[in-house]
């Protein structure tokens, strides 16, 4: 394969035009965004971006090489704060989409009702929850409601969570449909919003494919309502359960048991409760001269300027990445604009939007050994570990078609690599790099007891391994 310098974004939450994330934010008052820039065409910039996030974007290089192949990465990494040194928490509007077809019976259905009963009891006045099931048809167990309002409004819930029964088919579509219904009108500002779905099997009625299921979750992500997906047991399709966080913006869990789910959803009440950055949006805008080739691990539209990338809400921290691949024409000797990368977002405490904009660029040269000396180390780091996350994915669909012995070759070969570049490099970095390599080698060591790939042993591995790989990508 050839090596190629990427252009690696680690990010937060980087954001749209204004007149696009308009659309993108809850209704509500509009406001100028608070707005701050830097960069003056260096190749690596930071800037905190409402005193919530700090935006630090990076080149591959300081240097490219005249007349040559003009590949570049740029690593913009976002840290989110405290929102000012607040740690006030934000309300929270949760819908639980629980999949309560006949193969959910028994012990995954009545864990799932005894996380839901959890989730509830750890929700603060203020807060609200809709609930859903789905089978063969769609019921709304619960509309959202304030549990801690008092009255009725508690046994209610917790009444509607014992009513679930597992019975029928899979109609995940009109599950996840149904919940967008719910909270998209209620969008408000300085809400946080989200729709955590629980599957354990093969979307099989009505709409059933991530092209007819993705636009769902991004046309909710859209309206700043977030989508976290959960995979119970080894019969459901990861492929699409990452799918939907990815366009929903939100994450993805692999749960081998379902007494897993109770620790779960309380992980993403408190990541959504602190939240400081709501509808975080990304937005690269090449220079003349330079094109976005691709975006790794994430899902991203294509627009006039550049490419957009959604990345939805941010707690306090919590750091985000996202690995895009510039292609450049470098002709003349000297400075050269490389791309521009906006971040814009909601802070969701002080309820305004704020943006972020930093200015990249780089020096045409025709001496090789300035483009060595120039390469940014962390952003060396972060490029390992999306090959990393890469290699671990090939790897696992080789596996799952019966190519056991290229499965671990491919994952033996790129260890030893990543290995032997962390030992090069060394510091924080390369333990990084050493880090991803470890990776890949668990990985290859769980084959080499030639589990089945159709075997609960060589399942688990594909689910678990896929959910590391995305992990290693985010």
Request: net charge neutral.
């Amino acid at each position: 394969m050839k090596h190629r310098t990427w252009v690696i974004l680690a990010i937060g939450g980087l954001l749209t035009a204004w007149a696009c994330m308009a659309a993108f934010l809850p209704a509500g008052p509009r406001k100028t965004p608070a707005v701050v820039s830097a960069g003056g065409g260096s190749s690596r910039v930071q800037l905190s971006v409402g005193d919530v996030v700090t935006l630090t974007a990076a080149l591959g290089s300081s240097h490219v090489l005249a007349g040559g192949p003009g590949d570049l990465a740029l690593d913009v990494a976002l840290e989110a704060g405290e929102a000012g040194g607040s740690t006030e928490r934000v309300p929270v509007d949760v819908a639980l989409v629980i999949d309560r077809s006949g193969s959910m019976a028994g012990e995954k259905i009545q864990a799932a009702r005894a996380a839901a009963h959890r989730l509830v009891g750890l929700l603060r006045p203020g807060d609200r929850v809709a609930l859903v099931s789905y089978a063969s048809d769609v019921t709304v167990q619960v509309g959202l409601i304030d549990p801690g309002a008092g009255g009725s409004a508690t046994a209610m819930v917790h009444g509607a969570i014992d009513g679930m029964m597992a019975e029928g088919s899979t109609f995940l579509d009109g599950g996840l449909s149904r919940a967008a219904e719910l909270l998209g009108p209620a969008a408000q500002r300085g809400r946080a919003q989200r729709i955590v779905l629980i599957s354990d099997g093969e979307a099989n009625v009505g709409r059933t494919t991530s092209a007819d299921l993705d636009p769902i979750a991004r046309t909710a992500a859209e309206r700043g309502v977030t989508l976290s997906t959960i995979g119970v047991g080894l019969a459901f399709n990861e492929r699409l359960m990452m799918g939907l966080a990815d366009a929903g913006a939100g994450n993805y869990y692999y749960l081998r048991e379902g007494s897993e789910l109770a620790l779960t959803f309380t992980r993403e009440l408190e990541h959504l409760s602190r939240t400081v950055a709501r509808a975080a949006v990304i937005e690269i805008t090449p220079a003349a001269g330079t094109r976005v080739v691709d975006v790794s691990g994430h899902m991203f539209e294509r627009t006039a300027t550049g490419v957009t990338i959604r990345v939805g809400d941010l707690p306090a921290r919590s750091s985000r990445k996202v690995l895009v691949r510039l292609a450049m024409d470098p002709a003349a000797i000297g400075p050269m604009p490389a791309a521009a990368v906006t971040l814009r977002f909601e802070d969701a405490r002080a309820r305004r939007v704020v943006e972020g904009r930093a200015d990249l660029g780089v020096t045409v040269t025709d001496r090789v050994a300035e483009v060595e000396r120039g390469r940014d180390r962390e952003v060396m780091a972060a490029l390992a570990e999306v090959e990393a996350s890469e290699g671990m994915a090939t790897a696992m669909s080789a596996f799952e078609s019966g190519d056991t012995g290229g499965a671990r070759q491919g994952l033996a070969g790129r260890a030893a690599a990543l290995a032997a570049q962390a030992a090069a490099l060394g510091g924080v970095e390369g333990e990084r790099i050493q880090r991803a390599a470890e990776s890949l080698s668990g990985a290859g060591a769980a084959l080499a007891d030639s589990p089945a790939a159709a075997s609960p042993a060589g399942l688990d591995l594909i689910k678990r391994s896929r959910a590391q790989a995305r992990e290693l990508a985010h």
